[in-house]
C-alpha cells in the first residue's frame, strides 16, 4: 500500500519536474522527495544497543539522525513504523550480479532435434568471454584489469531478486576466469553504473578453473604455475619500472602490460584478493598462494572453511561465507547407491560453519553463493543462528562485516547519522521465518519489492543425477553422475563399470558448456579423463579425452532439471514415476 | 575409490574408512579445533612410547630377529632387540606370532592428485604437484592397509619434462601441508617414448599437434630445455656479479618458473625421474644427461632396462619397475619378469612401483614375486620396496629399514609379508598409528549408525515432492572385483 502512494507521488513530481525544465528523467527523479522519517520503530543500529521505539531520518541520501527522541523533520515523509525493526541494510558479500549473462552457444547439432548431419560440425574452440581485454598479452581468464565496473547493468531481475529479499548492496565480480578481475561494491539501485557504485574496485579475484580447449594453464597443476609466474613478472615490471622511472637513459624501457600492471596494488598490499575455495584443501591451497606473494587473502565459498580456522586465523583471512548451503535433491531410490557418508555430512555441517567461524574468532560476512532462490539468504542465515551463531554475529556478517571487509565500514553497514541511507526494514525478527521484507531503502530511497522468484542461475542449470554413456570406442558404457551446481561451478561424482570417482574442474556455462575431469578406471588403468560438452535442457553431448586412448564421447540424459528453489517452497510438481525409470 | 571390490565388502571398507579419519587422530599436537570437526571426545594424546614385542622383525639392513622387541620413542626407532626396557606408560603391543618391516616405499605414485597431467606444453617443469595434493583421497588409507608409509607423487608422463614431485608420508587424516616428507630432495618428471610424442593420445580435433611426435623429437625438447635453463643460469649468474660488484640501477632478469627446476637439476640438487620403457631411449637419456653434467636418480617402469644394466650402474642411476606386466602397449612389450633379478645382480637400485592405486595395496606381493623370478634373497626382495626406493627418493638416512635411529615408519603384518594370506595388522609412522585393522573393525557398527542418523537430518532427506530420482545407468553393469585387472600396465602415467 505505501509504495503504490510513493510511486504516485514519484509520478506526479517526475511528469511536473519534466514538464517544467525538460531535464531528463533520472535527474528529475533526483529532485524528488528525499527526506523521510520512519518513527515508532524497533531499531536496530548494530552500530549501538537497539532503540525498541525510536526514529530514523533519512535526508538527501544519508541518515541524518537516528534515536529514541529525534523529532521528525517537517518536510519528511513520515513512515509510521509501529511494528518494523529497521536494520542496516544487508550486503551479499559476493555475487556476479549485473553482469552480463554469456550469450547462450548455439547447439552443437543445430538445435534440438536436428540432425547432426545437417550442419558442420562446429569446431571445438571455447565461445568467446564476454569478459575480455582488448591488447592484453595474456590469455582471456589470465586478465586481471578487468573491472565489474565496465560491465555492470543496472536493474536486471536478479537485482530486483536481491533487494527484494532485503539486500542494498552487493560485491559483484567478473563470472570466468582465474584472474577473474576486480570487482565493485554496488547499490542494487540506481539508472546505472555510476549512479550504484559504492566503491570499485574492491578486490581481486581468483578462481582456479583451468582454460579450455588445449589453452595453457590446461590443468589445475598448470593454474597454480600461471598465477605464480604472473605475480613473479608483475613484481619484476613494477621494479623495473620504478628504477626506469627514476633514470631512463641507458635502460630499455620496461613493456607497457596493463595486465602485469594491474597486480601492482595487489602485489603492495593495497588491493585484497578473494579466492573462491570451498574445501579444506582448496583453502589452504589458497593460504599457501597467499603467503608465499605476501597477499590480502579473502576466502570466497569458504564450505570447509571451519576445518581451517588454524590458517585463516594466523593469517587474519577473513571468509565470505556462503549462505547456499547444500541440501539432497534427488529422490529416494531402493535401486541407487546409497549418498556417500562425506556427502551426508557436508550437508548436516554447512549450517553449523558460521559459529564455528565466530568460535575460532574468524571474521567472515554471508553472501548467497549463487544461490537460486534469494529468500534463502534470510532463511539460511536463520539455520546458521538455530546452529549456534549469535543472533547479533549473524547480522553483522550481513552488514557491518563485510563494510570492514571492503574498507567501507565508515560509510556503511551500521545505522549511524552521517551514513549512507541503506535500509532493511522488516516486520518481525529479521530471523524469523515469519518476517517480512517491509521497505528496503538504498541511498535514502524506498525501492520497488517483489516476490521474490527463483531466477536462473549463473550457468545453464546442470545439477541433478545424469544418466551418462560413454563410449571409448568399444560401446556404450553406462556412468551415473551427480551434479550439485553453485552458480556456474559444479562439484559431484561419477560412478558405474568406469569406476566412482568425485569429479573435478568442473564449470558450467550459461549456454551450457560443461567442462570437468574424472579419474576413469578403464581395464584396471585409472586414467584422468576430460569431459567436454554441452547441455541442452535435459541432454547433455559431448567429447571425452583419454589419456592414451582416442577421444570418445558422451551423451547424457536426466530425468528432469532438480527444482531451482527451496524445498520449503518447492511448488508440487509431479514426482517423476519409478516405473519409467527401471523400464530405460 | 576407483577400485571397486565385492560390493558388500566395498561398502563395510568404504564406510569405515571415509571415517577413520577422526579415529587415528591421536596426538597431543592436534588442536580442539580438529577435535570439534566431529564433536566426538577428543583422543588421548599418542604414548610418549610404544613397544612391539616378541615379534619376528625383518629389519632389511640386518637380516632378520626372532622373538624381538623395537622401541619407538618421539617417533623414532629408539631400541631393536631382545626384552627392551619401557616406560611405565609405554604402549605396549603383542608381536607373538607377528612380523613387523619398515613402511613400504611406493616410488611412483599418482594418488592423492586433484590433476595428473598439465599436457598443453611439452616441458611443465615450472608445475608442482605439492600444489594439488587431496589428503582425503581415499586410496590413501587403502594403501595404509597395505603397509604403504612413503609415496612418491608425481606427475604424469604426457611431457618430455613434466612437473616437480612431492615425497610424501601418508598422514592420513591431516591436511597435506602435515604429509611432505620432511627434507627429501626435491624431484621432476621426465618421460620419454609414446606418451610424450602423443602416439595414443589423438590430439582433439580443431588444435593443432603438439610437438614433439617422435623419439627424435623428444630428445630435441630435452636438450633445448637444458641449453635453455644453461643460459639461463648464465643469464642470472651474471647479473648476480655485476650487482656484486656495485653496479646500481640494474633490472633484475625474469625469474622463469620453467627453467629453474632445470637449474636445479644441472646443479644436483633435484632428482629426474624419468618414464622410460626401451633400451635406446634410456641410453639416449644417458648421454644427455653426460652431456650436460647432470644425473638421472631413477628410471621409471625400464621394462628394458635388462638390456642396458651395467650402462645403468654406470652412470648412477636406479630402476623403479614393474615385475611382471607388460604388453599394454608397442614400446612395452620387450619385458621379462627377471628385469628385477638382472638389474640387482648388475649392481643397479632397483625398486618395484605402483604407477597404480590398486596395485599399491599389496606391493608386498609384487616384491615376493622378484623371489621367484631371478632368485632374489629375502632381504634383497624387501629392499624391492624399502631401502631401494629409500635411496632413490634420497631419504634413505630416515627410512627404509628398522634401524636405531631412523624415523619410526613400520607395518606390523599377522604372518610374513610375502605371503598372499598375511594381512597388515597396523602401520605406524613417525611412531604414530596410521591404521589399525581392529579399531576399523570395531569402528563400522559406528558408521552404519551415524549413517542411519544422518540420513534422517534434514537437508538430506530426499524432497517430498519434484526432485529427480536417482537413475539407472542404462548399460550393463560388469561384476566386479575381476582379476583381469591384473593385466594392465597399471595407470602408466
Known amino acids: ?584 | 575409490m576407483r577400485i571397486e571390490m565385492r560390493r558388500t565388502t566395498a561398502l563395510l571398507l568404504a564406510l569405515s574408512i571415509l571415517s577413520a579419519t577422526p579415529f587415528f587422530r591421536a596426538g597431543a599436537q592436534r588442536s580442539s579445533n580438529r577435535q570439534q570437526r566431529t564433536g566426538e571426545a577428543p583422543t588421548p594424546p599418542a604414548p610418549a612410547e610404544t613397544v612391539i614385542r616378541n615379534a619376528t622383525i625383518l629389519t632389511v639392513s640386518h637380516g632378520t630377529l626372532q622373538n624381538s622387541d623395537i622401541l619407538i620413542r618421539g617417533g623414532k626407532i629408539a631400541a631393536v632387540g631382545q626384552n627392551l626396557k619401557a616406560s611405565a606408560n609405554a604402549r605396549v603391543i603383542d608381536g607373538t606370532g607377528k612380523y613387523v618391516m619398515p613402511g613400504i616405499i611406493d616410488c611412483h605414485s599418482h594418488s592423492m592428485l586433484d590433476a595428473i597431467n598439465e599436457s598443453t606444453y611439452a616441458v611443465t617443469s615450472m608445475v608442482r604437484t605439492r600444489d594439488v595434493l587431496n589428503p582425503t583421497d581415499v586410496d590413501l588409507y587403502r594403501e595404509l592397509a597395505g603397509g604403504v608409509t612413503t609415496l612418491n607423487i608425481l606427475h604424469g608422463s604426457a611431457n618430455a619434462i613434466g612437473g616437480q614431485n612431492t615425497v610424501v608420508k601418508i598422514k592420513y587424516g591431516r591436511p597435506a601441508e602435515e604429509f611432505i616428507f620432511p627434507g627429501a630432495p626435491p624431484g621432476i618428471k621426465f618421460a620419454l617414448g609414446e606418451n610424450p610424442k602423443r602416439t595414443n593420445f589423438p590430439t582433439p580435433a580443431g588444435q593443432p599437434r603438439r610437438y614433439p611426435a617422435t623419439r627424435m623429437g623428444v630428445e630435441e625438447v630435452i636438450r633445448d630445455a637444458f641449453t635453455r635453463a644453461r643460459d639461463y643460469k648464465k643469464l642470472w649468474d651474471e647479473y648476480r656479479a655485476r650487482l656484486q660488484k656495485g653496479e646500481k640501477n640494474l633490472i633484475p632478469p625474469r625469474r622463469d618458473l620453467q627453467l629453474e627446476p632445470l637449474v636445479e637439476v644441472l646443479e644436483g640438487k633435484r632428482f629426474v625421474h624419468a618414464h622410460s620403457y626401451r633400451a635406446d631411449e634410456i641410453l639416449m637419456l644417458i648421454q644427455i644427461a653426460d652431456d650436460f653434467g647432470f644425473k638421472i636418480r631413477t628410471f621409471q617402469h625400464a621394462l628394458e632396462a635388462y638390456k642396458v644394466a651395467r650402462e645403468i650402474a654406470r652412470h648412477g642411476a636406479g630402476a623403479s619397475i614393474f615385475i611382471d606386466n607388460w604388453a599394454y602397449k608397442i614400446e612395452a612389450y620387450d619385458a621379462i619378469p627377471y628385469n628385477a633379478a638382472i638389474l640387482v645382480r648388475a649392481g643397479v637400485n632397483t625398486s618395484v612401483n605402483s604407477d597404480s592405486n590398486e596395485r599399491a595395496r599389496r606391493l608386498n606381493i609384487e616384491a615376493a614375486k622378484a623371489m621367484k623370478y631371478g632368485d632374489l634373497s629375502e632381504d634383497e626382495a624387501l629392499k624391492l620396496i624399502t631401502l631401494n626406493p629409500a635411496w632413490q627418493l634420497g631419504i634413505d638416512s630416515r627410512v627404509g629399514s628398522i634401524d636405531v635411529g631412523k624415523d619410526a615408519d613400520l607395518c606390523l603384518w599377522n604372518g610374513h609379508p610375502f605371503s598372499v594370506y598375511s594381512r597388515v595388522e597396523m602401520t605406524f609412522i613417525d611412531g604414530e598409528v596410521f591404521f589399525d585393522r581392529q579399531q576399523d573393525l570395531a569402528r563400522r557398527a559406528d558408521l552404519e549408525r551415524e549413517r542411519a542418523t544422518l540420513e534422517q537430518a534434514e537437508p538430506n532427506r530426499a524432497p517430498s515432492s519434484g526432485g529427480t530420482s536417482p537413475s539407472l545407468p542404462r548399460g550393463r553393469r560388469p561384476a566386479y572385483g575381476h582379476d583381469d585387472d591384473e593385466l594392465d600396465g597399471g595407470n602408466d602415467q
Open chain 1, 1 to 584: 500500500m505505501p509504495n503504490h502512494r510513493f510511486k504516485f507521488i514519484f509520478a506526479v513530481v517526475a511528469l511536473a519536474a519534466l514538464l517544467s525544465s525538460s531535464v531528463p528523467i533520472a535527474q528529475a527523479q533526483d529532485s524528488a522527495i528525499d527526506t523521510y522519517a520512519i518513527t515508532g520503530a524497533r531499531i536496530v543500529p548494530v552500530s549501538g544497543p537497539v532503540i525498541e521505539r525510536g526514529t530514523v531520518v533519512i535526508r538527501n541520501g544519508l541518515i541524518q539522525a537516528v534515536g529514541a527522541e529525534v523529532p521528525a523533520p517537517a518536510d519528511a515523509r513520515l513512515i509510521d513504523g509501529t511494528g518494523l525493526t529497521v536494520y542496516p541494510g544487508l550486503i551479499d558479500a559476493y555475487t556476479t550480479l549485473g553482469m552480463p549473462q554469456p550469450t547462450p552457444q548455439a547447439s552443437r547439432t543445430g538445435g534440438v532435434g536436428a540432425s547432426p548431419a545437417a550442419t558442420p560440425a562446429p569446431s571445438p574452440s571455447p565461445q568467446a568471454s564476454q569478459f575480455s581485454s582488448p591488447n592484453s598479452t595474456q590469455p582471456v581468464g589470465l586478465q586481471p584489469e578487468l573491472q565489474a565496473i565496465d560491465y555492470v547493468r543496472a536493474g536486471s531481475p536478479e537485482i530486483e531478486a536481491a533487494r527484494s529479499s532485503g539486500i542494498t548492496a552487493a560485491l559483484t565480480s567478473p563470472r570466468e576466469g582465474i584472474f577473474m578481475g576486480q570487482s565493485a561494491l554496488v547499490n542494487l539501485a540506481g539508472a546505472n553504473a555510476t549512479q550504484m557504485t559504492l566503491r570499485a574496485p574492491v578486490a581481486m579475484h581468483v578462481g582456479f578453473t583451468p582454460l579450455r580447449a588445449g589453452v595453457y594453464p590446461g590443468s589445475l597443476l598448470g593454474v597454480f604455475s600461471a598465477l605464480r609466474q604472473m605475480l613473479l613478472d608483475a613484481e619484476r615490471l613494477r621494479i623495473a619500472t620504478l628504477i626506469y622511472e627514476k633514470s631512463p637513459r641507458g635502460l630499455r624501457r620496461p613493456e607497457h602490460d596493463r595486465s602485469l600492471a594491474a597486480l601492482f596494488p595487489v602485489l603492495q598490499r593495497e588491493m585484497p584478493v578473494v579466492m573462491f575455495a570451498n574445501t579444506e584443501r582448496e583453502i589452504r591451497r589458497a593460504v599457501d598462494l597467499a603467503e608465499e606473494f605476501n597477499l590480502r587473502l579473502i576466502i570466497a565459498g569458504g564450505a570447509e572453511s571451519w576445518k581451517a580456522t588454524d590458517r585463516l586465523r594466523a593469517r587474519n583471512v577473513p571468509v565470505l561465507l556462503s549462505l547456499n548451503f547444500p541440501r539432497r535433491t534427488t529422490a529416494q531410490s531402493s535401486e541407487a547407491d546409497p549418498e556417500p557418508l562425506r556427502v551426508l555430512r557436508a550437508r548436516v555441517e554447512a549450517p553449523k560453519t558460521a559459529a564455528r567461524l565466530q568460535q575460532a574468532g574468524v571474521r567472515f560476512a554471508f553472501q548467497s553463493g549463487a544461490m537460486t532462490n534469494m529468500a534463502d539468504f534470510l532463511l539460511n542465515a536463520a539455520k546458521a543462528v538455530e546452529h549456534g551463531l549469535a543472533r547479533d554475529e549473524a547480522l553483522r556478517a550481513m552488514t557491518i562485516r563485510p563494510a570492514e571487509i571492503f574498507g567501507v565500514a565508515d560509510r556503511l553497514g551500521t545505522i549511524e547519522a552521517g551514513k549512507i541511507a541503506n535500509l532493511t526494514i522488516t516486520r518481525g525478527d529479521i530471523f524469523d521465518k515469519s518476517a517480512r521484507i517491509a521497505y528496503v531503502f538504498i541511498d535514502g530511497r524506498p525501492v520497488d519489492l517483489r516476490p521474490v522468484t527463483p531466477t536462473a542461475p549463473g550457468g545453464a542449470n546442470a545439477g541433478g543425477t545424469w544418466t551418462l554413456n560413454i563410449n571409448l570406442g568399444e560401446g556404450d558404457v553406462a556412468s551415473t553422475l551427480t551434479l550439485e551446481q553453485q552458480g556456474g561451478r559444479l562439484s559431484g561424482s561419477i560412478s558405474g563399470a568406469l569406476g566412482s570417482a568425485e569429479i573435478a574442474n568442473a564449470s558450467v556455462g550459461a549456454g551450457g558448456e560443461i567442462r570437468f575431469t574424472a579419474p576413469l578406471t578403464i581395464g584396471g588403468q585409472t586414467t584422468e579423463a576430460t569431459f567436454t560438452g554441452t547441455i541442452s535442457g535435459n541432454e547433455m553431448r559431448g567429447t571425452v579425452q583419454v589419456e592414451g586412448r582416442s577421444p570418445g564421447s558422451f551423451t547424457g540424459t536426466r530425468p528432469n532439471a532438480p527444482p531451482s528453489n527451496a524445498p520449503s517452497t518447492t511448488p508440487p510438481t509431479q514426482a517423476q514415476p519409478r516405473t519409467e525409470e527401471i523400464s530405460k
